[in-house]
Nanobody, 132 residues
Framework: QVQVAESGGGLVQAGGSLRLSCTASGSTFDAYRVAWFRQAPGKEREGVLCIDRIGRSDSRFYYGDSVKGRFTISRANAKNTMYLQMNSLKAEDTAMYYC??????????????????????WGQGTQVTVSS
């Protein structure tokens, strides 16, 4: 049974940085599609960024418009952990952040998106609060 869990949320001042972790249990992230979503109170869930197939030399990344140039995704040395590095944080980045993943993505699949149905495994979320 694969599970994913987020960690690393907290309170940070505007302009600061924070790194969130997404850790899988029951599997590594090899050949997985992984995305980060966020949801602020009273707002719809928003796709932050995604990677189409981890472990491929030409993996592709897609970013939500609001985070381009500020957020990046990377993989830890431990192959069951992905990071979301958030820089130049703004008050409007305040939200619950969720990691989502889907396993065994075929080699021929290129690209990823932010449809919730594309991801089978979801974490419980970690709160990020940016003070202005």
């Amino acid at each position: 049974q694969v599970q994913v869990a987020e960690s690393g949320g907290g309170l940070v001042q505007a302009g600061g940085s924070l790194r969130l972790s997404c850790t899988a249990s029951g599997s590594t992230f090899d050949a997985y599609r992984v995305a980060w979503f966020r949801q602020a109170p009273g707002k719809e869930r928003e796709g932050v960024l995604c990677i189409d197939r981890i472990g491929r030399s030409d993996s592709r990344f897609y970013y939500g418009d609001s985070v381009k140039g500020r957020f990046t995704i990377s993989r830890a040395n431990a192959k069951n952990t992905m990071y979301l590095q958030m820089n130049s944080l703004k008050a409007e980045d305040t939200a619950m952040y969720y990691c989502a993943a889907d396993g065994s993505v075929p080699e021929w699949v290129i690209g990823c998106g932010f449809a919730a149905t594309d991801y089978k495994y979801w974490g419980q979320g970690t709160q990020v609060t940016v003070s202005s």
